[in-house]
Every structure is written in structure tokens, then in C-alpha cells.
């Protein structure tokens, strides 16, 4: 029988924190983390609070990572609505008191609470496994932009922005797994993926090697990775989110994705044919003969 990778004990702490929020804020950072009440669930507890969060845990499978991952992005939430709480609570100790509990609980389940997220490295096999599934061609960025495009035309906003950071970020793993780079494979952040990156291609907006003008293209390809990382934790599936992304910003997510992957390929293989690398580092030349 496979093991919970979450506890009872720790579901039933942020469950009592819970109580203390209202029904629509339960329902949003549930929903947001991509989870659905169990609507047939008769809850073995009192009270209403209690009841719709375990009508949530309810159709959850607490071994599986896929699951635990939307779980873990709803408890994200918590920590980060606690965090506002304690802004103008006269008593804010007491709020920090029950976030450091909180954190201790999913620390004995094997969790760490790092950059405003709780991640395991009990997850990590399938970050592993995702990035073998990006090859480095024209054609596997063209699929996978597309399957996000076909999101957005079903409405599915949120989803398109989450699949265009998945991308991202194995095609970043694959590129540094090409190179020979070493990176963490549990790391999730695009931003510092692309800073290791950016040695091995030559992207360094700061290289003296390059001219102005694409000092201030990297430039503003870094802080495209940055805007996509901002958009993802806001406004997709990763994680519990602040708002619904409208379509347009789904569609700005999506070709920012394609416009980035496209370069990096070319990038890459630019810098596989060593006699043209002087003419222009990082960028790829087209012959004149």
C-alpha cells in the first residue's frame, strides 16, 4: 500500500486554520490549485468550513504526486493569506506562531517552504520524467505551443499560461542537460534555470563581447522569464491563484513562450559550430554566400 505523501495529521491543521475563513475564500484556494469538492461526500465533521474542505481532501489521492501537487499549491495559498492577515491583526506574533506551526507540520511530511512555496524532493521523479519529453527542434516547441493555443480557444486561460511555463522550463532542463551544465532537477523556478543558461549560450546581457543593441534584446529576454514566472504563480494551474488571466494575457503568455524557446534552439545550436561563434556570440548568423 503506497504511503500518503501528506499526512492526516497535517490535512487536519490547515483544515482548522481554514475555519477561520470564509466559505468563498475556502472555495478560491481550492479552485485555484486546480481541485473540485466531492459534492456526494457526506463530511464525518461539524460545522461548514469543516465540511467543504473535506469534501476537497475527499477527492483527493493523497499518494499520488500529481494530486499532492495541487495540494501542496492550495496550502501555498494559505501561507500567503496568513501573510496578509498578519499585516493588520493587533495581534501579528500570533498569526507568524500558526504559519511556523503550519510549516513544521509539512516539514515532518518531507516538505521545505522555499521561495514562497512548499516543494519535496518526493516529487522530484516527475520533474525528472517531464524533462525528457522536450526535444530540442522546431518541431516539439511547435506541438507544444499549440496544444496551449488549443487551451486558450476552450477558454481554458489558466491552463495555457501553466503549459507555456512547463515548457519553458524542461526545454531550459533539456538545454542545460545538453550542455553539460549542472543544475538541480527539482528546481522549478524558471529564472534561475535561465541564469545557467545563459552561460553556456553566451546570453549574458552584461557580456562585453556583444553590441548594445542585443545587450538590450537579452536584456529584455530575462525579463520576459521573469514576467512569465510572475504571470504563472498568479494567474495558472501551478499554484492556487489570485485572479482568472483573461484571454489575451493567456495569448501574451503563449507566443512570449514560443518567441523564447525559438531563440534558445537557435542559440544552442549556433554555439554547436564553433568557426561561426566570433561573428556574433549567442545570436545566430545566416551565411551571405
Known amino acids: 500500500m503506497s504511503r500518503e505523501l501528506i499526512s492526516k495529521r497535517t490535512r ?21 490549485a486546480g481541485l473540485q469538492p466531492r459534492a456526494d461526500f457526506v463530511p464525518p465533521v461539524s460545522g461548514q468550513r469543516r465540511g467543504l474542505v473535506e469534501q476537497y481532501y475527499a477527492s483527493i489521492d ?7 501537487r495541487k495540494l501542496a499549491a492550495a496550502y501555498d495559498e494559505v501561507i500567503e493569506q496568513l501573510r496578509q492577515i498578519q499585516k493588520w491583526v493587533t ?4 498569526v507568524e506562531g500558526t504559519i511556523e506551526a503550519l510549516a513544521r507540520r509539512m516539514e515532518r511530511d518531507g516538505f521545505r517552504f522555499e521561495n514562497d512555496r512548499f516543494i519535496s524532493d518526493k516529487l522530484r ?7 525528457s519529453l522536450i526535444a530540442l527542434t522546431e518541431e ?3 506541438e507544444q505551443i499549440e496544444k496551449a493555443r488549443a487551451k486558450i480557444e476552450t477558454g481554458d486561460h489558466a491552463g495555457a499560461i501553466a503549459s507555456s511555463y512547463t515548457l519553458v522550463e524542461c526545454f531550459l532542463k533539456e538545454l542545460l542537460l545538453r550542455t553539460g551544465t549542472n543544475f538541480k532537477t527539482d528546481e522549478g523556478d524558471i529564472r534561475e534555470l535561465y541564469k545557467l543558461v545563459a552561460g553556456p549560450l553566451n546570453l549574458n546581457p552584461a557580456g562585453e563581447s556583444l553590441e548594445s ?4 534584446i537579452l536584456q529584455g529576454l530575462k525579463s520576459q522569464v521573469t514576467g512569465l514566472y510572475e504571470l504563472s504563480n498568479k494567474a495558472s494551474d501551478r499554484h492556487a491563484r489570485r485572479y482568472n488571466p483573461a484571454r489575451h494575457h493567456a ?7 514560443f518567441t523564447l524557446c525559438e531563440f534558445l534552439l537557435d542559440s544552442f545550436e549556433f554555439q554547436q559550430r564553433p568557426k ?9 548568423r545566416h551565411d551571405t554566400h
Open 12 to 32: 487536519n491543521e490547515f483544515r482548522e486554520v481554514l475555519v477561520g475563513f470564509v466559505l468563498r475564500e475556502i472555495e478560491l484556494i481550492f479552485d485555484g
Open 62 to 68: 493523497f499518494t499520488s504526486a500529481t494530486d499532492i
Open 91 to 94: 495581534n501579528p506574533a500570533g
Open 125 to 131: 521523479p516527475a520533474v525528472v520524467e517531464a524533462v
Open 140 to 142: 516539439s516547441i511547435s
Open 213 to 216: 543593441y542585443l545587450k538590450s
Open 251 to 257: 495569448k501574451l503568455a503563449v507566443n512570449a513562450t
Open 276 to 284: 561561426e561563434r566570433k561573428a556574433a556570440p549567442g545570436i545566430r
